[in-house]
């Protein structure tokens, strides 16, 4: 039976647990949300009649900060997966050291049924329920499935309306015109590219001598593939929900992402058209992709893509998580005996989250930086905690994963501490 997604994310952390000790306190908080708000959002649909959506926001931990997380729209949203997405971003900001706790929200809609005006309509509403269970010292929204800047703009608005002020810092991942900082469109895969090419140089992996497959190109895949494709690296395959192509002496990204502007498949990439001869290629499926004999492994699509059922089948030597919750927890005791290393979606897909808090920080002080700056910061950001994580795994012999949870406990830990816990009481009155 599979497990829901809460008590697989629980799974890591009882892992981590056993390395690092913490008060009881703050065991006793991480354990639950604190506080989570579900909200029935009347919507006036185009033919006049009334629909009611069901949306939530869940602010899990604020100990370090305001709560931050993306808001999702999708027809399989419900509390659970609320909770556990929440949970993540409270580890995920931990370990990137952002003066943030975690949150999560959504909507349980498809939002391709909807028009745009009453996509509008149904965000508006999200925020008319929710408005007095957030705000920029309380708790920062942000994009996340099939939610965007126009999304995030609307919100941005609808909030200020009702505090009758202009707030651009409830919302992060607007467009630039509104607040929104440069360089959020592509920070989650820059931030992934500094990740992995600061721990691939540990292997002593030279790029002209590392074979990369990507599933997934969407936002996050195409970019990254990119961007390793320009370092030198040998992207022999990518792939989206339609299929993948491979090709043993590197694929050509930027002619298959200009391919997809004007076709819905990368398979159809090689079959007609100018870019049809630059290599050879192979059609391949998803789970061929996933199974390909490459040194590096990136699922970029969707969670649940490594199971128990496959993880036998990986050949590669490492794999960086950019989608959030690929692989199962049963799946990296598997992946873990035969010595492939996973480095974290909590840190390898954090580059979004990190341009978000500068996104905030711009917005409070009404300065806006450069994109270079952005970049530079970024880049500072993510190989100083890519390091720290690597440093507690050599040290302490354990999984890169579990060190992300050591290292971001660590700090979740301290925090609770400042404010006062049992320990901290009883060895006041000794
Ligand atoms: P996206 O919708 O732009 O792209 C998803 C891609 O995955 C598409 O190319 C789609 O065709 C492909 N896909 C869907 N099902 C597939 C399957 N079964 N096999 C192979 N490919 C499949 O989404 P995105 O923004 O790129 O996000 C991808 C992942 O990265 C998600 O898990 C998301 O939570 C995570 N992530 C994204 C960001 C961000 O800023 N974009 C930030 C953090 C985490």
Redesign the pocket.
């Known amino acids: 039976m599979s497990m829901s997604l809460l008590a697989d994310a629980n799974v890591r952390l009882e892992e981590a647990l056993k390395y690092v000790s913490i008060s009881e306190d703050a065991f006793s908080r991480l354990k639950y949300p604190k506080a989570s708000i579900s909200v029935s959002i009347p919507v006036r649909m185009d033919d006049g009649s009334l629909k009611i959506f069901q949306g939530y926001r869940v602010r899990y931990d604020d100990t370090r900060g305001p709560g931050k997380g993306g808001v999702r729209y999708h027809p399989s949203v419900c509390l659970d997966e609320v909770q556990s997405l929440a949970f993540w971003m409270t580890f995920k900001c931990a370990l990137l050291n952002l003066p943030f706790g975690g949150a999560k929200g959504g909507i349980t809609v498809n939002p391709k049924e909807l028009s745009k005006a009453e996509l509008e309509r149904l965000s508006r509403g999200y925020i008319e329920a929710i408005a007095d269970f957030i705000g920029p010292d309380i708790d920062i929204l942000a ?3 099939y939610t965007n800047e126009m999304i995030m703009g609307w919100m941005m608005d609808q909030y200020s309306i009702i505090r009758r002020r202009i707030s651009p810092g409830v919302v992060t991942g607007k467009p630039q015109t509104m607040g929104g900082s440069k360089g959020r469109d592509t ?2 895969a820059t931030g992934a590219y500094y990740v992995i090419n600061t721990i691939l140089a540990k292997y002593n992996q030279i790029p002209e001598k590392t074979s990369i497959a990507v ?8 970019e990254v593939a990119e961007l390793l494709a320009k370092a030198g690296y040998k992207v022999v395959a990518v ?4 299929g ?1 192509i491979y090709s043993s002496q590197g694929l050509d990204i930027p002619s298959i992402r200009q391919y997809k502007k004007n076709h819905p498949t990368v398979t159809g990439v090689y079959c007609k058209d100018s870019v049809c001869n630059i290599v050879e290629h192979e059609v391949i499926t ?1 789970e061929q ?1 996933l199974t390909l004999d490459v040194d590096v492994l990136i699922p ?4 649940k ?1 490594i199971t128990e059922d496959n993880a036998d089948k990986i050949k590669a030597k490492y794999i960086f998580e ?5 692989i199962t927890s049963s799946a990296d005791k598997i992946l873990e005996s035969k010595g492939i290393s996973v480095f974290p ?1 909590i840190l390898v ?1 954090a580059g ?2 990190t341009v978000s808090y500068f996104e905030w920080v711009q917005n409070r002080n009404g300065l806006y930086w450069s994109l270079t700056e952005v970049q530079e910061r970024l880049k500072v950001r993510m190989i100083e905690e890519a390091e720290a994580m690597w440093d507690i795994a050599q040290k302490m012999g354990v999984s890169p994963r579990t060190a992300g949870y050591i290292h971001a406990l660590n700090r979740l830990n301290e925090a609770m501490s400042a404010k006062g816990t049992r320990d901290y009481y009883q060895a006041q009155h000794s």
Do not use: I
């Open positions: 994009p996340d499935v920070a989650t599933q997934g190109f969407g936002n996050a895949g195409a792939s989206d929900s339609q993948g998803n992709l970029a699509a969707l969670e893509q950019v989608a959030n919750g690929p979606d897909n979004g989250v």
